[in-house]
């Protein structure tokens, strides 16, 4: 945070947009901090001084990404909707919004999360991801809860597992859709997986 009488000479939003797409196109460890000065228009020294580290900017752009595209997710854990419904939600929802041609392709916490390198440095990055994919399953797994309660899947469904299936489809998206699986193939693979839920 910057001293009081002393505002940002930046704006912080679109600062995190841009470094948003370049983390989401070429990935974290591929993007290189002179892609990120380019693309945000900062000097190495106003990057540094605002984030601490490419890896303190990496984790608000993670942030400001959910409060965005990433919000998506967020269908999961409407209660006004019966769990299938829910469950469809997010991951149509996701399908219709990693397949926007408006942004790069694919989710940016599925594409991140698999760190080469094990370093104390990237500890902020893994994380950052770790946290969000298990937040993820949390609201995943509660939804399940929710569809056993209600009849729509069998009372003796394993929880974990149908939280396991649900989560996996959904980061695996990312890569369906880079390989170049269209987004109708796609969704027609949702309904096979909801073929399972009876409807409330």
């Known amino acids: 945070m910057p001293p009081a009488g002393r505002p940002r000479a930046f704006d912080l939003e679109g600062v995190l947009e841009a470094a948003m797409l370049l983390f989401w196109e070429q990935g974290y460890e591929a993007t290189s901090l002179a892609q990120l000065r380019a693309g945000t228009g900062l000097s190495s020294a106003s ?39 829910a469950v469809a939600g997010l991951l149509h929802g996701s399908i219709d919004m990693q397949a926007d041609s408006s942004h790069p392709s694919g ?15 990237h500890e902020k ?25 209600a009849g729509e899947l069998d009372a003796d469904a394993d929880v974990d597992g149908v939280t ?12 369906q859709l880079r390989d170049g699986v269209a987004a109708p193939i796609l969704h027609t693979a949702v309904d096979a997986l909801l073929c399972n839920w009876r409807r409330s």
């Not at 991140?112 to 390198?117: D, L, N, P, Y």
Request: charge should be positive.
């Open 164 to 175: 396991a299936m649900i989560h996996s489809f959904l980061l695996g998206l990312s890569t």
């Open 47 to 85: 990057l540094y001084g605002a984030f601490g580290s490419k890896e303190g900017l990496f984790k608000q752009v993670v942030e400001h990404y959910m409060k965005g595209p990433g919000g998506a997710t967020g269908v999961i854990e409407d209660e006004t909707l019966s769990a299938r419904e």
């Open 125 to 149: 990055v893994r994380a950052a991801v770790t946290a969000r994919r298990a937040a993820d399953r949390v609201r995943i797994r509660a939804c399940v809860e929710r569809g056993i309660a």
């Open 107 to 121: 989710c940016l916490i599925a594409l991140s999360g698999t760190m080469r390198a094990p370093g104390e440095e």
